[in-house]
């Protein structure tokens, strides 16, 4: 039988008045994203990652994904006032989720699964990524 834990983590992240995000610039997102994965991923899984990411309501913020052998590397994109994208890594997240159900060791499960879940509101300038950890034990 297999069981599955979920724990989701909250993550703030502030961000500036809203500029157009209409027109958001892939390529730019690629470029941003890509200084933090580094050879970590191709240009392919990056790319296949942001348009699979979860946008804020306002198109401001993206979470993306992208599950590795040995963990799951996870971006935080976020418009600037300026209309320019910065990117966070925040994986660490992952390894946070992992010591909350009580293990570091990710080996004691048979699969695992960390994705960005949605986003929340937080006062003017800010929202709340949540993000969730899926693993299965036999």
Request: charged fraction near 20%; glycine fraction near 6%; aromatic fraction near 6%.
């Given at each position: 039988?297999?069981?599955?834990?979920?724990?989701?983590?909250?993550?703030?992240l502030s961000l500036?008045?809203?500029?157009?995000?209409?027109?958001?610039?892939?390529?730019?997102?690629?470029?941003?994203?890509?200084?933090?994965?580094?050879?970590?991923?191709?240009?392919?899984?990056?790319?296949?990652?942001?348009?699979?990411?979860?946008?804020?309501?306002?198109?401001?913020?993206?979470?993306?994904?992208?599950?590795?052998?040995?963990?799951?590397?996870?971006?935080?994109?976020?418009?600037?006032?300026?209309?320019?994208?910065?990117?966070?890594?925040?994986?660490?997240?992952?390894?946070?989720?992992?010591?909350?159900?009580?293990?570091a060791d990710r080996?004691?499960?048979?699969?695992?699964?960390?994705?960005?879940?949605?986003?929340?509101?937080?006062?003017?300038?800010?929202?709340?990524?949540?993000?969730?950890?899926?693993?299965?034990?036999?």
């Amino acid at each position: 039988m297999l069981r599955c834990l979920i724990v989701l983590f909250i993550c703030t992240l502030s961000l500036p008045p809203t500029v157009s995000a209409d027109d958001v610039d892939v390529d730019e997102l690629l470029s941003v994203s890509s200084r933090i994965v580094g050879d970590e991923v191709t240009d392919a899984e990056l790319s296949n990652a942001i348009a699979a990411g979860l946008w804020n309501d306002q198109r401001t913020a993206l979470a993306i994904a992208i599950p590795g052998p040995n963990r799951t590397l996870l971006i935080a994109l976020v418009q600037q006032a300026s209309g320019d994208f910065i990117a966070a890594d925040i994986s660490r997240i992952e390894g946070a989720l992992f010591r909350t159900i009580g293990l570091a060791d990710r080996t004691s499960y048979e699969r695992y699964r960390t994705t960005p879940d949605h986003w929340r509101k937080a006062g003017d300038h800010g929202h709340l990524l949540v993000v969730r950890l899926e693993a299965w034990t036999e």
